[in-house]
């Protein structure tokens, strides 16, 4: 049994969805209208740029997979885990870590990435 809500597989399976027509059915079952997007490239809000931008990650890196690369921390509503984008041949590309906040009924409202590993000690 998952620790997190089906709408994290709908959100992953439109990053990974390869039919362009299918993606905006997967973030329908996945986000809240406004949902909030911010990564390090980009702060966006609304189901409609988030589609965008994943048409857009998908033009650029053409066949990459992402997935959750650790178990899901979850609390009231935010959930916190890793992630990995791997390319065609299977590297690893880009590690990440995400804060996403969904609603009562599970949907995604937020979501806060950040690329890479964080580093280790304090300064």
């Not at 931008?53 to 509503?77: I, T």
């Amino acid at each position: 049994m998952s620790d997190y809500p089906d709408s994290f597989n709908h959100m992953y399976a439109a990053w990974n969805e390869s039919d362009r027509a299918l993606v905006r059915s997967h973030l329908e079952k996945a986000l809240a209208e406004d949902v909030r997007f911010v990564d390090p490239t980009i702060d966006l809000t609304g189901i409609d740029d988030f589609e965008k931008n994943v048409h857009a990650v998908h033009e650029k890196y053409p066949g990459y997979v992402y997935s959750m690369a650790s178990r899901v921390d979850s609390q009231h509503g935010f959930h916190r885990y890793h992630w990995a984008i791997h390319d065609k041949t299977g590297k690893m590309v880009l590690p990440g870590f995400d804060v996403v906040e969904t609603d009562a009924d599970g949907m995604v409202r937020s979501v806060i990435g950040f690329f890479g590993e964080l580093p280790a000690g304090a300064d």
